[in-house]
């Protein structure tokens, strides 16, 4: 073999050498990158499970053991009452959580108080309940004998005769007692005779107005009549003297009873009764 022979094998030998490393080479980096590729998807895969975890505790610590524990009661409407007062009433309840809350027995339990007019108990995901009340709002006032003991009732507009909840109220400071109802004794949700409800209209209307009327009025005695119809005496605040009236008890009838009565004060104090009935004007002297 010549000596050309002999360099021509060397320097194929020498470049399949370089070809096999060189593909060698390239194999060993392909393994590599997938082998980096696998590492970046199974930490993506760990990410998105621990995130999941994550906003499944928040779920659950958020909406999900809420509501399996007692719920909170707001209410709202409240007056005379407070709240407190409510949540003495529904404490049989409030054991439940708030999947077993019964909106409807509670709304049973509160409306069954004579003072309130109207409630609405709503659930609201995940522990809130929500109650609006609306209270009766007195027109005026009468007092019941029990027992030797002198209560004060109240009477709303629809006369329904309810227990005297508040403290001192400015908005209540002018109202009317009425004497002479025939009501014995005090029974939920009672309400006066139906003869006497327009009286209770008329005086409701009469508070509406912007003038306090009944600043000057401090009792309104209801006097049966043998017919079965009634009269009314008006005891004014500042005067002791009777006034007697018909049924008809409007802005224009205390209009001209305080007008009346300015003229008997200036008569003297001997004058004890004032009557305005029939369409004329009389009084009595002592």
């Known amino acids: 073999m010549s000596d050309l022979s002999l360099m021509l094998d060397d320097y194929l030998d020498d470049e399949n050498a370089d070809l096999n490393e060189y593909f060698s080479t390239d194999d060993k980096n392909d393994d590599s990158d997938t082998s980096a590729d696998k590492k970046i998807k199974v930490i993506k895969v760990i990410f998105v499970i621990l995130c999941l975890v994550l906003v499944g505790e928040l779920i659950v610590y958020k ?3 809420p509501s399996f524990s007692s719920p909170k009661i707001s209410v709202t409407g409240l007056s005379s009452y407070t709240p407190d007062d409510f949540a003495e009433k529904l ?6 959580n708030w999947f077993d809350f019964d ?20 659930k609201h995901f995940p522990d809130k309940i929500l109650i609006k009340v609306e209270e ?13 003991i002198s209560s004060a009732l109240e009477i709303d507009r629809n006369g329904v005769i309810f227990p005297q909840h508040r403290t ?10 009425i004497s002479g109802l025939p009501v014995e004794y005090m029974a939920q ?10 009286l209770i209209e008329q005086i409701a209307r009469i508070k509406s107005l912007p003038q306090q009327y009944f600043a000057s009025v401090s009792e309104i005695c ?33 209009k001209y009873m305080m007008i009346v009565l300015d003229v008997v004060n200036q008569l003297g104090s001997n004058v004890t009764e004032v009557d305005l009935r029939y369409g004329s004007v009389s009084y009595k002297t002592r």
């Open 91 to 96: 404490a049989p309840l409030s054991n439940a």
């Open 63 to 65: 909406y999900v053991l």
């Open 189 to 198: 949700g009672m309400r006066i005779p139906a003869k006497y409800r327009p």
């Open 168 to 177: 001192e109220n400015l908005e209540d400071s002018y109202m009317p007692v």
């Open 222 to 254: 209801v006097l049966p009549k043998d017919t079965g119809n009634y009269e009314l005496a008006l005891i004014p605040s500042q005067a002791k003297v009777k006034v007697l009236t018909d049924r008809s008890l409007n802005e224009e009838a205390l």
């Open 103 to 122: 909106v409807e027995q509670a709304a049973a339990v509160i409306s069954n108080d004579a003072g309130i007019d109207s409630v609405v108990v709503e």
């Open 136 to 148: 009766r709002k007195p027109v005026a006032m009468i007092f019941l004998m029990e027992n030797g």
